[in-house]
């Protein structure tokens, strides 16, 4: 029910359980943003900094906490395996990146119950933001040889909102409707395994910083327990507000839906697709070729929205994802 109950969330109030960092001398918002994975842009907007050169030493920031995890290049590999790259550690909601070289022979990956092909020599995965923390076996099979190694997923902590939803809005929730919906979504974003078509860290889709959800926010209804979480980043704006490509893509899908109103899918390459909800306008078709900066849509609050924002999502194999790392270095 989590990608319905999201879109009635904007005119809420609630606390954000958020990491904290404290200015040192010399330090810049630039700075501080690599530090913690995240983006100048994102940091102004979660400690309303009009101005990112008017920091004072000691000023306490307020920072998603989202250690970045390095990869490596493991040793003592059995034939045909000549290189596999990956990071040791990866946290909640992360994408990241397997490269693996099998002396020109196919591979397969197995992790967390799923199986995945890899084209050409590089796999991009992602932890659901759910998903327990832990050592989890990651298995790379080639021409009848196996290779495993453990990854270790480390606990995000987003921050909670405790909800309530009164009858009237509860009627509105048609879970039939809904899943139908997620599942041609899904469908669409775990489609599309071809060659990576950024070669770039992505741009923000809209210039707004006014984020009024977060990603990975997890989510209690009614005193429930906390089983969902924010799929995407919410930016308020203006009705008709641009929406930009923040990477190259094809247009998978452009038209209204019930729950995400007018709402794009772009399809990225290596099982990545980014999602554009509660649209006005959609300014694309199905089939076509965007770029960077291109005009796809404008803002509205189509669907189940309360008011105007952007909700932004980026999937990997079906898995939402932080958009924010994706701002600084996309995996
Ligand atoms: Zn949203």
């Not at 045909?80 to 196919?106: C, D, H, M, T, Y």
């Not at 020599?121 to 290779?147: H, M, V, W």
């Not at 009024?212 to 507000?241: C, F, K, L, V």
């Not at 980026?314 to 958009?323: C, E, M, N, S, Y």
Request: hydrophobic content about 35%; some cysteine.
């Amino acid at each position: 029910m989590r990608r319905l109950f999201a879109a009635f969330l904007l005119s809420l109030t609630f606390s954000i359980a958020q990491t904290t960092h404290t200015v040192q001398p010399g330090e810049t918002l630039y700075q501080i943003a690599q530090q913690y994975s995240t983006t100048v842009e994102a940091l102004q907007a979660l400690n309303n900094l009009s101005n990112p050169n008017q920091l004072s030493v000691g000023q306490v920031l307020e920072v998603s906490a989202q250690p970045a995890s390095a990869a490596q290049r493991l040793t003592n590999l059995p034939a045909p395996f000549i290189l596999v790259r990956l990071p040791s550690k990866v946290i909640q909601g992360q994408a990241f990146r397997v490269r693996v070289e099998a002396a020109g022979n196919p591979v397969e990956v197995s992790f967390i119950g799923a199986n995945y092909k890899v084209e050409g020599r590089d796999l991009l995965l992602a932890i659901d933001p759910l998903q327990k923390p832990g050592g989890y076996t990651l298995e790379l099979r080639s021409a009848g040889s196996s290779y495993k190694t453990t990854l270790e997923v480390a606990e995000a902590n987003r921050g909670r909102q405790a909800l309530q939803l009164d009858q009237k809005t509860l009627s509105l929730l048609q879970p039939k409707k809904e899943r139908a919906e997620l599942n041609r979504l899904l469908s669409i974003c775990q489609a599309d395994q071809g060659p990576q078509t950024w070669a770039a860290p992505w741009k923000k889709p809209i210039s707004s910083n006014r984020i009024t959800t977060n990603y990975g926010m997890r989510r209690s209804y009614n005193g429930g327990p906390y089983r969902t979480y924010h799929e995407g980043i919410d930016y308020a704006a203006p009705q008709g507000t641009k929406v930009f490509a923040p990477a190259p893509g094809v247009v998978a899908l452009a038209e209204p839906l019930f729950v995400r109103g007018n709402g794009i899918v772009i399809q990225h390459g290596l099982g990545v697709c980014s999602g554009y909800w509660h649209l006005s306008k959609i300014l694309v078709k199905p089939g076509q070729r965007v770029n960077t900066g291109d005009l796809i849509g404008l803002v509205g609050t189509t669907g189940l929205s309360t008011g105007p924002h952007l909700h932004f999502e980026i999937r990997v194999q079906g898995i939402p994802t932080d958009p924010d790392p994706w701002y600084l270095r996309a995996p």
